[in-house]
C-alpha cells in the first residue's frame, strides 16, 4: 500500500453493507457514489486511493447522522 491508499475500517463498511437493500452498481453509486469494483475492495479489506477513502467516509457519516 502507498501513500494514496488506505484502508477504510471494516466496521464503517459493515455499516454501509446493512443500509443497502442489494449490492447492485445502481445503489452502490447513488447511495456511496462509488463503484462496484470499489466496493468489492472495500469488502475484502483491500485499500482503496486515500481521496475517494476520506469523500466516502464523509457521505456515509452524513447518511447516519
Not at 2 to 16: A, G, H, I, K, T
Not at 23 to 36: K, T, V
Not at 46 to 56: K, T
Amino acid at each position: 500500500m502507498n501513500e494514496n491508499q488506505r484502508v477504510v475500517p471494516p466496521d464503517l463498511v459493515e455499516r454501509m453493507a446493512q443500509r443497502l437493500s442489494r449490492q447492485s452498481r445502481d445503489e452502490l453509486m447513488d447511495r456511496y457514489g462509488i463503484s462496484y469494483n470499489t466496493w468489492r475492495k472495500l469488502r475484502a479489506g483491500d485499500p482503496i486511493r486515500a481521496s475517494v477513502a476520506e469523500r466516502l467516509e464523509q457521505r456515509v457519516r452524513q447518511s447516519l447522522a
